[in-house]
Each structure stands twice: as structure tokens, then as C-alpha cells.
């Protein structure tokens, strides 16, 4: 709701110049899915085609029969009542629900995107989880798998799970593969579907590695990302958080602490955030510079119920020492530097550029203090986070309408 009013007043007062159309809702991504809706798969080995997309949501898109504003209101009843099981099955508290709901990557959960069924799949695998219901689990990583291709995602997360738990009994190893199952088959009926309706095998492959150039490459400095310094600090804070999330699950891993009683769903999300931390790093391509562009990593990365569980602990773990917040600013300078801010980026010059990323570091190190410092929480200050997000959400989604890419 308010995003809702301070679209509005953004609207009303002339804050915000861009042209608003509905139109925009099928912009980019969202294009390729009601292409397919109107006219089915097609393959180009040429140029891009939407082949490059998997079929799930275009054929609930076409079943619903709706409209671009009618699927993207629906997307949104979607996504409240997986926030709404999330929040029932995980207790989240009040501050901890609202801080979530202000991320300003949110966005996509009420467009035509898949965001809003992916959320509703990796919902009902971390409750099956945390309830330990077999069947759960599997529907959460069938439908996942099905609505992305995130099959190379979820596997080693499922191995990293069963590795953590240090007993390897037929039973457990049989049903780890059983699991991996759950996640493999979904890419063959994807296969199918696409070879069905173009006559060429695994097309979404094809298409994503020739024409997207979705293929192995090693990274090459300064990171980027589309748009620049205007997506830089979404995309760049997904990819620091999902470093350290990738440290966290190697330092378990290999840590001679055996761990009595493993938190399924917090580990699951943890190893999520990192395999699509580092394949976004290691699969997207170069942009025109030859940099390794890091776009829509923060949509895959913010925008799911995995960052919510993730999120959820960190607010709810005791205050950090100082020797804690220094290592975690170090590591936020270096994550600036390694997207370039020793050099130019984009339309900036070289003095632009520091302020830019030293403003970046200051504002992070300011929502990581307000978040875990109990003089800060104590006062309410996160409140002051939640309106800042608030803010950002509502002029992400007006730049989405207008036509421009948000990530």
C-alpha cells in the first residue's frame, strides 16, 4: 500500500518525468513471455528468439487468460500468500516482515515475470524443509526447476546439504538422489515441450549460450552490469552478500565442528544465494568494454524466498564486534573495486566514480550498523531503512513502466 501511495504522489507531483505507460509492463523478459503466449516457441540459431525462456509461466499466462495488468495482479497475489506461508511457518515478526517487503528488487514479483511463481515453488521447499515433508520438498524443487532453469542451482545445494549432515546411509544417499531427481527431470520436459514445437533439441540451451552468450567465461575486471551506475548498487550489493554467503557455506563445510542439527532451509538458502552468485559471475558475458556483466543478478538474488530466510537471520543474530563491521567495510571496498572504482565507469569520470562508490560504501555500512547495533534498533532507526526502501521500490517500478532496464 505504500508503494502504492507514493507512486502517486511521485506520479501527481512531478518527482519522477518519465512517461508512465502499462505498456511497460511487457517490457524486456516479459516481452518473450507473451510472445510465446500469443505465438508459441519459435528457435532462431541467429538472433534471439524465446526459446530462450522456459515455457511454465507463458502457459499459466495463457490459461489465466488475462491481460498484462490482470497477470501482473495475480503475480502479486501470489507472492503475498507465499510471504504470507513464509511468514507463518518462519514466525517472522512484524519489523522483520516489513523490512522484506520494502526490498526494492520486489519489483518483479508484481510484473509479468516468473518471480512470482519461482517465489510461491521456493516457498513450499524451504516449509518442506523446515517440516521435513518429503513431498513438499519434492513439489518445491520439481516446480522450481520447472519455472527456471535453476536445475544447475539447486543440485549442488541438495549435495551440499547432504554433505553437511556427515552420515551417508543408503537410506539418505537414496534419497538425496532421489531429490536431485526431482530437479533433473524438469529440464527434459523442457527439452520436450521446445523440441515438440521447433524440432530442436535442448533450443532453451542452445538459444541462452548462442544468442544471450550464456556460456562458461572467465571474469574479466571491472565487473558491470546493464545500465551502470544506475543498476551497479543493486546488483553489486546481491553480488557482495553473495560472496560472503559462499564463504559461510565453504567455512561449514570444511569447519571440524560437526554440526548437531543442521537448519535445512537457512543452509538451503545460503548455498542457493551462492551457486547463483557465482554462476551469474561465471556464465553471463562480456559486456562491450569486455568486462563480465553481472546483470539481473539482484532479481534472482533478492527477489526469492531464499533471501528472506537468509535475511531473517541476520537480524536476528546478536551485535557484531567492532573487528566484525571492520572486515565486512574492508569487504565492501573491495567488491567497489573490483567493479572499478579505482577507474571510469560508464558516463562517469574518475571523480564521479569514487563519490559514487564511496557513497555506495557509506550507505551500506549505515544499513548494516542500523540492522545489528541494539542502540540503533532500540530507537527504531530501521524505520528509517524501511522508507528509504520504500522510496527506491516505487522508483525501480517507475522505471520499469517507462521502458528502462532496472535488472
Not at 523446515?130 to 513438499?136: A, C, D, E, H, V
Not at 522450481?144 to 549432515?165: A, K, Q, W
Not at 544499513?367 to 530507537?379: E, G, P
Amino acid at each position: 500500500m505504500l508503494m502504492i501511495f507514493l507512486f502517486l504522489v511521485f506520479k501527481i507531483s512531478g518527482i519522477i518525468k518519465n512517461e508512465i505507460d502499462l505498456n511497460g509492463l511487457l517490457s524486456f523478459d516479459a516481452s518473450w513471455y507473451n510472445d510465446i503466449v500469443k505465438n508459441g516457441y519459435n528457435f532462431n540459431a541467429n538472433v534471439q528468439s524465446n526459446s530462450g525462456f522456459y515455457p511454465t509461466f507463458s502457459f499459466f499466462w495463457k490459461a489465466s487468460h488475462l491481460s498484462s495488468v490482470g497477470i501482473s495482479i495475480l503475480n502479486a497475489i501470489i507472492f503475498f500468500f507465499s510471504v504470507y506461508l513464509l511468514a507463518r511457518n518462519f514466525e517472522l515478526n512484524n519489523k522483520e516482515l516489513l523490512l522484506l517487503l520494502s526490498i526494492p528488487s520486489l519489483i518483479f514479483n508484481f510484473v509479468p515475470y516468473t518471480e512470482a511463481l519461482f517465489f510461491l515453488s521456493g516457498t513450499m521447499l524451504l516449509i518442506g524443509l523446515q517440516k521435513k515433508k518429503t513431498s513438499l520438498i519434492i513439489a518445491g524443487i520439481f516446480f522450481s526447476c520447472f519455472i527456471r532453469p535453476c536445475s544447475v542451482i539447486f543440485i549442488p545445494s541438495l549435495l551440499f546439504l547432504h554433505l553437511l549432515s556427515g552420515t551417508y546411509s543408503k537410506s539418505k544417499i537414496l534419497n538425496t538422489t532421489f531429490l536431485i531427481g526431482a530437479a533433473i527431470i524438469p529440464f527434459f520436459i523442457v527439452a520436450i515441450i521446445q523440441w515438440e514445437a521447433t524440432g530442436i533439441w535442448f533450443a532453451h540451451a542452445k538459444s541462452q549460450i548462442t544468442n544471450w552468450d550464456h556460456r562458461f567465461h572467465i571474469p574479466r575486471l571491472p565487473l558491470t552490469t546493464w545500465a551502470g551506475p544506475k543498476t551497479i548498487w543493486l546488483d553489486g550489493t546481491a553480488f557482495w552478500m553473495g560472496l560472503l554467503a559462499a564463504g559461510f557455506c565453504i567455512l561449514v563445510l570444511f569447519s571440524k565442528k560437526k554440526i548437531k542439527e543442521i537448519d535445512k532451509p537457512l543452509y538451503f538458502s545460503l548455498a542457493y544465494l551462492s551457486g547463483v552468485t557465482l554462476f551469474v559471475l561465471f556464465f553471463n558475458g562480456y559486456n562491450d568494454r569486455g568486462s563480465t556483466s553481472l546483470l539481473s543478478l539482484n532479481r534472482y538474488f533478492f527477489a526469492t524466498p531464499f533471501f528472506f530466510i537468509a535475511f531473517q537471520k541476520f537480524l536476528r543474530f546478536p551485535q557484531l564486534s567492532g573487528k566484525n563491521y571492520l572486515y565486512l567495510i574492508i569487504s565492501v571496498i573491495i567488491i567497489c573495486l573490483l567493479f572499478g572504482a579505482y577507474t571510469q565507469i560508464d558516463w562517469f569520470n574518475r571523480s564521479k566514480t569514487i563519490v559514487y562508490f564511496s557513497f555506495l560504501t557509506i550507505s551500506i555500512t549505515g544499513y548494516l550498523i542500523i540492522l545489528n547495533h541494539k542502540w540503533f534498533l532500540k530507537k527504531n532507526f530501521w524505520i528509517l531503512i524501511y522508507f528509504t526502501n520504500c522510496i527506491l521500490q516505487t522508483y525501480l517500478f517507475f522505471r520499469f513502466l517507462s521502458g528502462e532496464w532496472v535488472g
